[in-house]
């Protein structure tokens, strides 16, 4: 199993995420939102037999990081992306929330600390953190409108539709958050 210093999760589950080896090398960090209702209700979702999606860490409410996969496998966690074979190219981490309750600080700090735990491991000098709604493209498989396909727009996560126009995550933010910690 792949140990990445400064990562410290506080708890590791990896038996219920699917994970294989990789198929790219790491190049980047995807950030997404989980989707939950609340802590539990996600933890449980990743217990379940049928949770067939999975990130390498989750981040709950008050910024616990749980590893749900080996760091050194690919879990599906992006889909079809205009970066190929975005499972294997991005890391995946998950802020347990969904698209109406922003990040807490608390969540935004942990994610901040994993990125900067990632660069300083593979040495990233222009260290690549990208939101799940930049990278997710239509395909066949999720519309039959052709017009989309290859078309960012499959996601909305981690930016969220919220009617104040607040991001659940503010992956700029985060971004200059990793920057300032390097
Ligand atoms: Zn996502």
Redesign the pocket.
């Known amino acids: 199993m792949l140990t990445i210093p400064g990562v410290n999760a506080d708890v590791r589950m990896h038996s219920h995420v699917i994970q294989k080896p990789l198929a790219a090398p790491r190049s980047g960090i995807m950030l ?1 939102y989980d989707d939950s209702s609340s802590d539990r209700a996600s933890l449980e979702w990743f217990h379940d037999p049928r949770c067939s999606n999975g990130y390498t860490w989750l981040v709950l409410d008050d910024g616990r990081v749980v590893e749900l996969a080996d760091p050194g496998m690919r879990t599906p ?1 992006a889909g079809p992306c205009l970066t190929p074979m975005a499972n294997s190219r991005f890391y995946g981490i998950a802020a347990a929330t969904n698209g109406s309750v922003c990040a807490t600080a608390q969540q935004l700090d942990s994610i901040a600390r994993l990125c900067s735990a990632l660069t300083r491991h593979h040495q990233w000098v222009d260290p690549v953190v990208v939101g ?1 709604n930049e990278q997710a493209v239509w395909t066949a498989e999720y519309t039959s409108r052709r017009s989309l396909w290859g078309k960012t727009g499959r ?1 909305v ?1 981690p930016v969220g539709r919220r009617p104040d126009g607040v991001p659940i995550i503010d992956v700029k933010a985060v971004r200059q958050q990793l920057l300032a910690a390097l």
Request: zero cysteines; a neutral charge.
């Open positions: 997404h966690h799940h996601k996560d």
